[in-house]
């Protein structure tokens, strides 16, 4: 009876498709051995990508019990920072300067760089009151403080580098001081995280706090960057450099409760972003203005 067919026709189907399956070449569709012996995961930008995407989940892991959040916030500001660092290496493209000098110019600003600008800060009363005052006691030292480690790696006795690489070496700077600030305030404020803002402020410190301070930073840079190729009005242009950023900074300070705020900070990575883009010809046409006799000397 066709009634009684039914029941014996689906375990003939089922092993056909359990056949079918079994005829996949699976350690060809997961050959996961063979990744395991291939050298490629573990060089160039595989390994970096292998690296940024597990180092959140080792990092949850390792600081899961601890009773406070240091060295949570240690980890995922220099997480966030090495990644703002990798997408500045592929905007700028600068000179290769070398790990050790990366690993200097982050170090001194993490510690000397900091530890000035705080210092500096005190002496003048830091306030963001109003624009003026967020300029002058906040925004131009700490400028300035970030600038202190490309002056001193790139300048003294470490040979000539275009604009555009004193423009990375600024970033580099200004990740470390961002990434040194967002754990100082993260560590000063955690019991306040769960007022209202407190939370989304930490997170922005953590994720693009460093981006901000690289953008500013880079800025200043890039008109060292400018002086060295011009000596006799180097220090005209690191003031020049340091009044873009410093100015920025301190307006950014005094109206980033609002959409001011975010309006500055846009402006601050699209100059950033800009000096990034267009250095080379910047520094050629000031070269050519340099070469061009003036009404003193004709």
Not at 76 to 103: C, D, K, N, T
Not at 253 to 262: H, I, L, M, Q, R
Request: proline share 4%.
């Amino acid at each position: 009876m066709p009634a009684s067919a039914a029941p014996s026709s689906v375990p003939g189907a089922l092993d056909g498709v359990v056949a079918q399956f079994q005829r996949l070449p699976f350690a060809a569709l997961l050959p996961l051995q063979s990744w395991a012996s291939d050298a490629w995961w573990r060089q160039g930008r595989s390994a970096l990508f292998l690296l940024m995407a597990l180092a959140p989940f080792a990092l949850l892991q390792a600081t899961s019990e601890d009773a406070d959040v240091e060295r949570s916030a240690v980890g995922f500001a220099v997480y966030f920072a090495i990644l703002w660092l990798v997408a500045i290496r592929e905007l700028v493209q600068p000179e290769p300067l070398g790990w050790s000098v990366v690993a200097g110019i982050s170090a001194f600003t993490a510690i000397a760089g900091v530890a000035l600008a705080v210092a500096v800060e005190e002496q003048l009363g830091a306030s963001t009151d109003d624009p003026f005052s967020s300029i002058l006691t906040v925004g131009l030292p700490e400028e300035a403080a970030k600038a202190a480690a490309v002056l001193i790696f790139l300048m003294i006795g470490r040979g000539r580098w275009s604009p555009r690489t004193y423009l990375y070496a600024g970033a580099v700077s200004g990740l470390a001081f961002g990434a040194a600030e967002a754990v100082t305030y993260t560590t000063a404020y955690a019991s306040f995280l769960d007022l209202e803002g407190g939370l989304a402020v930490t997170l922005w410190r953590l994720l693009c706090g460093s981006l901000f301070h690289a953008c500013m930073a880079g800025i200043v840079a890039f008109f060292v960057g400018l002086g060295a190729w011009h000596r006799d009005v180097l220090w005209h242009l690191v003031v020049v450099g340091l009044l873009i950023a410093g100015v920025l900074h301190g307006l950014y300070n005094y109206f980033s409760d609002g959409w001011g705020g975010a309006v500055l900070a846009a402006l601050t990575v699209f100059t950033f972003v800009g000096y990034a883009r267009t250095g080379d010809r910047i520094a050629a046409r000031l070269t050519a203005s340099s070469a061009m006799p003036t009404a003193a000397t004709q």
